[in-house]
């Protein structure tokens, strides 16, 4: 048995017996590791108040290769995340954030996808409230890009042609990305227009300055994408919570942008 | 599987009961008189079957209504707001609280694809819409997803014109209301604030 020291971010955590927990963190150096922490739900515990969901710190764990579970030694709070909690919108985004990197399956080390998930959890957390679901949109599409998943914006990805700056194309989710206005005319997905595409571009550019005209649009663009690709077809339920919390009144297409 | 196996096993599915603790437990039954077995296997019993959840505020009942709701002389326009019905238990034992309560069921955790509608946040929207309550006392824990749960409750409560305070600070960050000691939480209940 190893002693491991890594920076980690705590994403999951459920009580599994009178005094433990078991958390999920991801890591940089050994991607989603489950850990158990002894003792660390009764007040006052070992571990003080660092345990909370979105907290990024130190992680200390006993690890056996072949064990899914881990043993806790510390965690210390390096970024308190307690403002996610004081804003119900943020505390969902911060959730997507998390179940979308909870789908990455590698071992190994993760550096890019840590820092892209350190970073997203921070603006999420920060931004002015108006900016909050753009900024969400732009760091979830960049966490799937960092994944493994970056979707083809061009060219069309059924004929190969390069798209005109105002053409029609159509999402297609099987084929990973745009397809050209002739290829869309019976294929499957949302319609989706030039400027559509190029706020999608954009936000997987991470460019700041991205606006996006339909937020709500592309929330479902972007649910539908990672459950395709990501989840296995498995619905992701942090992207309910947040349309809930949004509510119905948005009946916005992709297709007129 | 022998009875003395099941039974020890039984007991090792307990909460804080080890196999070693599970196995002295049933010796321990087995030495003592067979009335005392028998007495315990009808406690569990009667509480099997006549515990359930109250039909106003989800605490545990053994009628339609549980103790809190049916004793008149509560303050039932003073309305404690608690995860779990366990929580109940940890603000009752302060003796400080004269009010009533609502049990949530949980608290918001997206990742557990527990939403508003998961939880009793309707039927106590209902209750502050109908019933003359003049304070909500949200009591949930001190956890990010308990927070957060609170912050929700506020932004639908307050537009209703009711008052909405939290638990002073005190409680411990990140701890279950279950683990925390009789006098913090009466202190914590006192100086309660607004949200
Ligand atoms: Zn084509
Ligand atoms: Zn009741």
Redesign the interface.
């Known amino acids: 048995m190893g002693v491991i020291t890594t920076s980690a971010i705590l ?2 955590s ?1 009580n599994y ?3 433990s927990k078991v958390l999920r963190f991801f890591t940089r150096d050994h991607g989603v590791m489950a850990v158990m922490a002894k003792g660390s ?5 070992r571990y ?7 907290v990024t710190g130190e992680l200390t764990a006993y690890v056996r290769p072949t064990r899914d579970l881990q043993t806790l030694k510390d965690f210390s709070a390096t970024r308190p ?2 403002p ?5 919108l943020r ?2 985004g911060a ?2 954030l ?2 979308v990197a909870l789908e990455h399956s590698g071992e190994g080390p993760a550096p890019e996808i840590f820092e892209r998930l350190n970073h997203g959890l921070d603006a999420v957390e920060v931004v002015d409230e108006p900016e909050l679901l753009a900024t969400l949109l732009r760091e979830v599409w960049g966490l799937v890009a960092d994944l493994g998943y970056h979707p083809v914006l061009d060219p069309c990805v059924q004929c190969g042609r390069a798209l005109e700056a105002g053409e029609m194309g159509r999402f297609d989710f099987g084929g990973g990305g745009v397809r050209c206005a002739q290829c869309a005319e019976d294929g499957p997905g949302p319609r989706l227009g030039p400027n559509a595409r190029r706020q999608l571009r954009q936000m997987l550019d991470a460019d700041p300055s991205v606006q996006v005209s339909h937020p709500r649009a592309h929330l479902r663009l972007l649910e539908n994408f990672v459950t395709y690709h990501l989840a296995g077809s498995r619905p992701l ?2 992207f ?3 349309a ?1 919390l949004l509510g119905q009144d948005d009946s916005g297409t992709l297709e007129r942008m | 599987m022998s009875a003395i196996d099941r039974l020890a096993e039984d007991f090792a599915r307990l909460p804080g009961i080890g196999r070693k603790t599970a196995i002295r437990l049933v010796f321990h039954l087995m030495k003592r008189p067979k009335e005392e077995a028998l007495r315990l296997s009808g406690s569990i019993r009667e509480v099997a079957d006549t515990i359930r959840p109250c039909e106003r505020c989800g605490n545990f009942a053994e009628s339609d209504l549980c103790e809190i709701c049916s004793n008149p002389g509560r303050d039932t326009s003073l309305l404690c707001v608690v995860e779990e019905a366990y929580d109940v238990g940890a603000i009752e034992r302060t003796g400080q609280f004269r009010g009533v309560f609502h049990v949530l069921g949980g608290r918001l955790s997206p990742l557990d694809g527990v939403g508003p509608e998961e939880l009793s946040i309707p039927r106590l929207l209902d209750r502050v819409g109908s019933d003359a309550i003049s304070e909500v006392i949200v009591a949930t824990n001190a956890s990010v997803e308990g927070e957060a749960t609170a912050v929700y409750l506020e932004n639908t409560i307050r537009p209703l014109g009711v008052k909405v305070t939290r638990l002073a600070r005190g409680i411990p960050v990140g701890s279950d209301l279950e683990y925390v000691d009789g006098t913090t939480i009466a202190e914590a209940l006192a100086g309660r604030r607004e949200m």
């Open positions: 994403l999951r459920f017996s009178e005094t739900r009764k007040s006052h515990g003080g108040g660092s345990i909370e969901t979105f995340r307690r996610l909690a004081a804003h119900v505390f969902a959730s997507i998390a179940e339920r942090t309910k919570f947040l809930d």
